[in-house]
């Protein structure tokens, strides 16, 4: 088995071969290429890479290179984990919406906009470029936006599946507050990507006792805190929103905290160039601690689960991004959402889900039309379709504010997009 990451110099790498390394029963390579344009970040994050297999007995041979079509030949899988612009990009994305009060983040609103336009002509490059050398290997995409970048490569007939870690995030923290394995928590997990929500926690499989008022009810404070979210607002709610819910049930309070402080790209950055440091250290054989503030948590695992099930032909039940296929009915089919599916060799399918709420469904059927939109910007380009994509979306809606996003999008994002 021959697996390929591409952006596989990204300081975050380390985290994802410790994974590989751990979970090797689970996933047993012979063969790990990372790909990246960034060679001496490659040298460094190859150099660690290497280490931590040979710390923990991996047999599998790791390397890198510069060149894509080289590194993707001939792999069952491939994982996509780039960022376009770097973290300079998404500093931008971060800051200027802001001068035009709408929250500045990398997959929300005008900045997640300003990376789909950038993000998804270079995957379907790659992707066409592995189709050639590969037709049969699975591409698995944590790029973000996870649910635009996913729907880019299915509606083209790639073989790929999004993959995000916000859902294994929960059943990981979950499981700690019940003092329960991680194996023995399924979540409801509905909604798309970056917006979804628990509606149930369940113990001892998809048919178990539903914890999740027990949950509220013991750990209530706890859960609000780490979604930055009134505890109030939880329990009358009787769900668990994903922390990027207060994007939309918070926003001008969010925007008032963002222009007050660095952005988080800028904390990303400083974090990268120590960890870059460490990394060049021979000694170094495990990834350090200073990673988990990199964010990302649980992403190995989720990625190691996913692909082993394509690969193996498992059927296993994972949370991840695939089309619609009538899985919400007042949706499109060709929508992508992140659901429970079923996972097997022939791809990911959605497993059935309860009726959604109104108050959940329509704030998906409005971001959905938004990320329609946003494809066909990224496709096709033209000023005009990046106004109406940033007209649609709930958090933005007015006219004189999506003119102006307009402009400020194309103007940070010319060197980015061919047709600007």
């Known amino acids: 088995m021959k697996l390929a990451v591409v952006g596989g110099g990204s300081t975050y790498t380390p985290e994802l071969i410790d994974g590989f390394a751990r979970l090797r029963d689970v996933l047993p390579m012979e063969e790990l290429v990372l790909v990246?344009?960034?060679?001496?970040?490659?040298?460094?994050?190859?150099?660690?890479?290497?280490?931590?297999?040979a710390k923990q007995g991996h047999p599998g041979k790791i390397s890198w290179t510069d060149d894509l079509d080289a590194?993707?030949?001939?792999?069952?899988?491939?994982?996509?984990?780039?960022?376009?612009?770097?973290?300079?990009?998404?500093?931008?994305?971060?800051?200027?919406p802001l001068e035009c009060g709408c929250v500045g983040q990398e997959t929300t609103g005008a900045g997640g906009l300003a990376k789909a336009l950038r993000t998804v002509p270079v995957v379907l490059d790659i992707a066409e470029r592995v189709r050639r050398r590969n037709p049969d290997a699975w591409i698995v995409d944590f790029t973000n936006p996870v649910g635009i970048v996913?729907?880019?490569?299915?509606?083209?007939?790639?073989?790929?599946?999004?993959?995000?870690?916000?859902?294994?995030?929960?059943?990981?923290?979950?499981?700690?507050?019940?003092?329960?394995?991680?194996?023995?928590?399924?979540?409801?997990?509905?909604?798309?990507?970056h917006l979804t929500w628990e509606r149930a926690v369940r113990i001892g499989g998809p048919d178990g006792?539903?914890?999740?008022?027990?949950?509220?009810?013991?750990?209530?404070?706890?859960?609000?805190?780490?979604?930055?979210?009134?505890?109030?607002?939880?329990?009358?709610?009787?769900?668990?929103?994903?922390?990027?819910?207060?994007?939309?049930?918070?926003?001008d309070a969010v925007v008032r905290e963002l222009r007050t402080k660095p952005s988080r790209a800028a904390e990303v950055a400083?974090?990268?160039?120590?960890?870059?440091?460490?990394?060049?250290?021979?000694?170094?054989?495990?990834?350090?601690?200073?990673?988990?503030?990199?964010?990302?948590?649980?992403?190995?695992?989720?990625?190691?689960?996913?692909?082993?099930?394509?690969?193996?032909?498992?059927?296993?039940?994972?949370?991840?991004?695939?089309?619609?296929?009538?899985?919400?009915?007042?949706?499109?089919?060709?929508?992508v959402i992140e659901v429970p599916a079923a996972v097997d060799a022939t791809g990911a399918k959605p497993l059935p889900v309860r009726p959604l709420e109104p108050l959940y469904a329509g704030l998906v059927a409005h971001v959905t039309a938004y990320e329609q939109l946003a494809l066909e910007a990224a496709l096709k380009g033209g000023r005009e379709r990046v106004f109406q994509a940033l007209l649609s979306h709930p958090l933005i809606g007015q006219i004189d504010c999506a003119e102006k996003l307009t402009d400020d999008l194309i103007a940070h994002n010319r060197e980015h997009l061919a047709w600007a």
């Open 36 to 53: 990246d344009p960034a060679t001496d970040r490659l040298e460094l994050v190859g150099g660690l890479a290497r280490r931590i297999f």
């Open 270 to 335: 400083a974090i990268e160039r120590e960890l870059l440091e460490m990394y060049g250290d021979p000694a170094l054989d495990e990834k350090p601690e200073l990673l988990s503030r990199r964010g990302g948590a649980f992403y190995s695992e989720a990625a190691v689960d996913l692909t082993s099930s394509l690969l193996r032909d498992s059927g296993e039940v994972r949370i991840v991004n695939a089309f619609n296929d009538g899985t919400l009915p007042f949706l499109p089919d060709d929508a």
């Open 71 to 96: 590194g993707v030949d001939g792999a069952d899988a491939v994982l996509l984990q780039l960022r376009v612009g770097g973290q300079a990009a998404r500093d931008q994305d971060e800051t200027w």
């Open 150 to 193: 996913t729907r880019a490569l299915l509606t083209a007939g790639h073989r790929a599946v999004g993959l995000c870690n916000v859902a294994i995030g929960f059943q990981r923290k979950f499981a700690k507050l019940l003092g329960v394995a991680p194996g023995e928590v399924t979540l409801e997990h509905v909604g798309l990507n």
């Open 209 to 251: 006792e539903d914890v999740l008022p027990k949950l509220l009810a013991e750990h209530g404070d706890a859960i609000a805190d780490d979604l930055r979210m009134p505890r109030d607002l939880v329990d009358r709610l009787g769900v668990v929103p994903s922390y990027y819910l207060r994007y939309y049930y918070q926003h």
